[in-house]
């Protein structure tokens, strides 16, 4: 029987033109404006069941018993899966410590963890038989936050541990932690003639991709598994899938599914084991398709942080030192905490020129939603904390905070915290020039209408709560600084297959990787890079899988720079074969066969001077050239683990943001009138692609300012709000305008000379928020989002997670 | 329960509908038409917007029951509704006033006019206002709508328009392109 909506080859035929630079259109643009792309929840197979998964109801707690008899009898299931059906010893998984329990193991850690799976004939059936599944919990005391995790006696959410940090943390409920020291912060300090400290608080952010996870297991005839999957990394879920199925990877065989946005929320596993599971199990295909929900519990988050700071500086405006302690709170499980640690280290200074440091991030272990991966991956804590602190460290002195920024900003050649030498171009200080010198959007654009105050460019919008009664204007800076790429020592390669054939008298460039295309365009421009390189235009890109090798994650900015540069990699040594097979053929007919200096243009072998030597549809007749090649940007290495000393990092990206909000104070709501960005981004492959990406990490950023957070009761540690009622992302009313400047500054260690661009947007947007908020307002406001009451004064903080009005800063 | 209404100028029949499945879940799951995308299953996002007697509605608020009877158009019908509206309802002389950019599908199938685009689909590829386009079936049939009913919209009545559509990718910058894009060649073509 046919499965329905698998994936298809992406063809952009000779009426496409676009090599590099060039605004290409997406190949799947007329499939996802028919409807007919099919992503992972679409996909479909005549006899196939639907999988439901039953999550724990607290947060902590040991499972006494779990009854499963009156779920499994119930007409139209088939089959009700808990921990005791594990097929294989490997009964864990995870990014890099494997503490997670596919289900339940006698205990669990956190609201919303899965304990069982059932398999159903529809999915109303699935859901009403879980709900007769009978688990006796025996609730736990909860650690929530560093005091309580820390404190003597605490309970300790892992027990046991036996991973490659347990041996360096200073607690067991500590994850990792990394240290940084260079120079010496206290001598420095003793200079400074302004000291500044703060303490701050970063909400917990969801990724809130609109497609919620899903997918299709269909168990097939040699006793493995075919799954149809949206992800972000296929070999990563791979290597954690196969063990606890008991199967050789090569029979667990994964196809990417169409992918309704990632953000970093699928670079952990969600339905994937269980689907294949229940597949396997039941002899049938398994969809399993998270509402938004159960969305919120099956994904990772971004982490929720603390963070302290103080700088110093001189009378002059030169910052002498900054000391800091980053609490990052990773929830119940590992996923990419070590990771993001490391990254909320080593850029902590952020983009400027320190050269003494005193840093220490960690992250806990605590009975809180797990965290991981999220656009900024602890560059977007740290950027929120210390950009506060340049404004306050330039108002402490009498400066302008831009001039101040830029005194103090670093550039190509300026040493990192963790001594890494920044090799390639840094515009820190001409950024800022650049969305400073921007005009400001005129003042109270509700009245350019007409007489009628236009609510919808007020504060509330269409609540109609303000006809301009109240509302002041502000306007922030922010810049940042995200590394490119995996980092600390990671084999962070790609793999891309590129066949080279004349077809119908047309060469024709096919192109197969295994990279997650969740959005961000990565086929438009690897199809730009083919045709670049190839001289050729047509192209087609094959659906991602596990036939062919690794991409590495979709994440870290890293696909158009790793598998980008994979593709380029390989269509190279496509075109050296071409030239050999020239040579052999015509070599004697003309002696520029024998210059290296040869290039492949409209479908022809011609020279540097443009001159014509043979067709490609002459050079390969009925040959094809096909190459699968691996690809590596140069190595990092791993932080030093006392000193935090290292070339951690690939490649820096830098964005910088200047915000004009208007704040109603009365009623402590905020509209975000424009949001001016500019960003170097090496070379823009795609451009109307990366000014995409801008805007987009640029609203994401816009959402934690004043929006978006995860609350989570902190007596409980239950999810209070896991949906879009509760949990709100910007809408089309809430996000301003956002002109973008792109800077082209090529760093020469990259394919073209490009720089990641998908997440440094994301940074800088939301502390430009808060300072702009802070301009209007005079507030202190050390936490974000910033919600009404902390504008007003009037509120209480009921989440537990820090507290908002600071009161009015000195004048 | 049976339940027959008409999708996309068809009529259609849905047997053994159990009477809490939404009009989403049928069309997605019963007629083959998964166009119309389930993101939060509580009318906040959009994502599901599909006209019901041409009035815009959350397909996963609409109990399946209700639509007995009546006419719906989703994603998948939309190039073909928005023909039937420029020629007056009459299904020959597919419009064509819209179509600019590469048009893949153009090069794939050329001269079929089933495979024509409308302004409003053209618009999102040529604006770059689709990335992972999940929210984009939903956003279409609620931009469509709103130029049917203002075909001049300024950037105010855009954003109210689209105000209950979801997306997380863009910024929503290159959708307000497109929609403005889609209004200038609908008054080109006038």
Request: with cysteine; net charge negative.
């Amino acid at each position: 029987m046919p499965t329905t909506g698998t994936p298809t080859s992406l063809s952009q035929g000779s009426r496409t033109s676009g090599g590099i630079g060039e605004s290409t259109l997406r190949p799947d643009g007329t499939l996802k404006v028919t409807g007919e792309f099919a992503y992972s929840s679409d996909m479909w197979h005549d006899d196939m069941l639907w999988g439901h998964t039953l999550r724990s109801t607290v947060a902590h707690a040991a499972i006494r018993s779990i009854d499963i008899a009156e779920a499994l009898a119930t007409p139209g299931v088939h089959a009700v899966l808990t921990y005791d059906d594990l097929p294989a010893p490997v009964k864990n998984y995870g990014l890099e410590i494997q503490d997670t329990p596919v289900l339940a193991h006698g205990k669990v850690r956190h609201h919303g963890e899965p304990v069982a799976v059932i398999a159903a004939d529809h999915p109303e059936t699935a859901r009403r038989a879980a709900a007769k599944i009978r688990v006796d919990y025996a609730e736990l005391p909860v650690v929530t936050d560093e005091a309580s995790a820390t404190a003597p006696g605490a309970p300790l959410v892992h027990e046991d541990r036996a991973d490659h940090h347990s041996g360096h943390v200073p607690h067991p409920n500590i994850v990792h932690r990394q240290p940084i020291v260079r120079g010496d912060a206290a001598g420095a300090a003793a200079r400074a003639d302004v000291i500044v400290t703060g303490d701050y608080v970063f909400g917990m952010q969801d990724q809130a991709f609109l497609g919620p996870e899903s997918g299709l297991a269909v168990p097939a005839e040699d006793g493995g598994v075919d799954l149809y999957v949206a992800t972000q990394w296929l070999h990563s879920d791979l290597r954690q899938i196969a063990p606890v199925l008991g199967l050789p990877e090569e029979k667990v065989r994964m196809t990417l599914s169409g992918v309704g946005g990632a953000f970093g929320g699928r670079e952990d596993l969600s339905m994937q084991i269980h689907g294949c599971l229940l597949a396997l199990r039941t002899g049938k295909p398994v969809k399993m398709v998270y509402n938004r929900f159960e969305s919120f519990f099956g994904h990772v988050h971004r982490h929720p942080a603390r963070l302290h700071y103080e700088h110093g500086a001189t009378r002059d405006g030169r910052i002498t030192h900054m000391k800091c302690r980053i609490v990052l709170d990773g929830g119940a499980y590992a996923s990419s905490s070590p990771a993001v640690v490391g990254n909320a280290a080593s850029l902590s200074a952020g983009p400027y020129v320190i050269e003494n440091v005193d840093i220490e991030a960690l992250a806990l272990y605590t009975n809180n939603p797990p965290c991981g991966a999220m656009r900024g991956f602890g560059a977007v804590q740290a950027c929120f904390a210390y950009e506060a602190q340049m404004d306050r460290l330039a108002a402490a002195l009498g400066l302008d905070p831009v001039e101040f920024r830029q005194l103090n900003a670093m550039e190509q050649g300026t040493l990192m915290p963790t001594g890494q030498r920044v090799d390639s171009p840094a515009p820190v200080a001409e950024l800022l020039r650049r969305v400073k010198a921007r005009p400001l959007p005129p003042e109270q654009q509700w009245l350019a209408a007409g007489e009628e105050a236009d609510v919808r460019a007020l504060p509330g919008g269409l609540s109609n709560t303000t006809h301009g009664e109240g509302v002041v204007r502000g306007v922030g800076y922010a810049v940042g600084i995200k590394n490119v790429g995996f980092s600390e020592g990671f084999d962070d390669y790609s793999t891309a297959r590129v066949r080279l054939e004349v077809i119908a008298g047309e060469p024709v460039a096919v192109v197969h990787t295994a990279m997650a295309e969740v959005g961000q365009g990565g086929v438009t421009v690897h199809a730009q890079i083919a045709r670049t390189e190839l001289g050729v235009a047509q192209v087609t890109i094959l659906p991602a899988d596990t036939r062919v090798g690794s991409a590495g994650s979709t994440s870290a900015s890293r696909q158009t720079y790793v598998t980008g540069g994979a593709i380029k990699h390989t269509c190279e040594a496509v075109r050296e074969r071409v030239l050999e097979l020239g040579r052999r053929k015509f070599g004697t007919y003309h002696p520029a066969w024998a210059t290296a200096e040869l290039l492949l243009e409209d479908g022809k072998v011609v020279t540097h001077g443009g001159e014509v030597l043979a067709g490609l549809a002459d050079v390969l007749e009925d040959e094809a050239v096909d190459l699968e090649l691996e690809w590596r940007h140069r190595p990092t290495e791993a932080f030093d683990l006392r000193t935090g000393q290292g070339n951690g990092h690939v490649q820096y990206s830098f964005a910088a943001h200047r915000a004009v909000v208007e704040v109603d104070t009365e009623l402590g709501l905020v509209k975000v009138v424009e949001l001016a960005v500019a960003q170097d981004v090496g070379k823009a492959l795609n451009p109307l692609s990366v000014i995409g990406q801008i805007q987009g990490g640029t609203t994401q950023g816009l959402g934690v300012a004043v929006m978006e957070e995860i609350v989570v009761d902190p007596v409980t540690a239950k999810v209070r709000n896991p949906s879009f009622t509760d949990y709100l992302i910007p809408t089309i009313l809430d996000t301003p305008t956002i002109p973008v400047d792109l800077l082209e500054l090529a760093d020469e260690h990259a394919p073209y000379g490009l720089r990641g661009a998908g997440e440094a947007p994301t940074l800088s947007s939301t502390p430009a928020i808060l300072a702009a908020i802070r301009n209007a307002t005079g507030l202190e406001l050390n936490r974000t989002p910033v919600r009404p009451e902390h504008l007003t004064g009037t509120g209480t903080d009921s989440s537990g997670t820090g507290t908002g009005t600071g009161g009015r800063t000195a004048p | 329960m049976r339940v027959t209404f008409t999708v996309n100028g068809r009529e259609q029949v849905a047997d053994d509908v159990w009477e809490g499945e939404s009009l989403l879940y049928v069309l997605r799951e019963r007629l083959g038409l998964p166009g119309s995308k389930n993101a939060c299953e509580q009318g906040e996002c959009g994502s599901c917007t599909v006209r019901l007697d041409g009035v815009p509605v959350c397909a996963c608020l609409v109990a399946a029951g209700q639509a007995e009877g009546r006419e719906v158009i989703t994603v998948e019908g939309l190039a073909d509704y928005a023909r039937r509206r420029d020629s007056g309802v009459s299904d020959s002389g597919a419009s064509d006033s819209g179509r600019s950019g590469s048009g893949e599908r153009g090069a794939e199938h050329p001269g079929d006019g089933a495979g024509e685009l409308s302004v409003i689909q053209q618009a999102f590829i040529d604006a770059g206002a689709v990335q992972c386009g999940f929210c984009t079936p939903g956003l279409l049939v609620a931009a469509d709508e709103m130029l049917e009913r203002n075909p001049s919209p300024s950037d105010a009545d855009i954003r109210e328009a689209l105000s209950g559509n979801l997306c997380r990718c863009t910024g929503y910058e290159k959708i307000l392109d497109a929609v403005r894009l889609a209004a200038a060649r609908q008054e080109e073509a006038v």
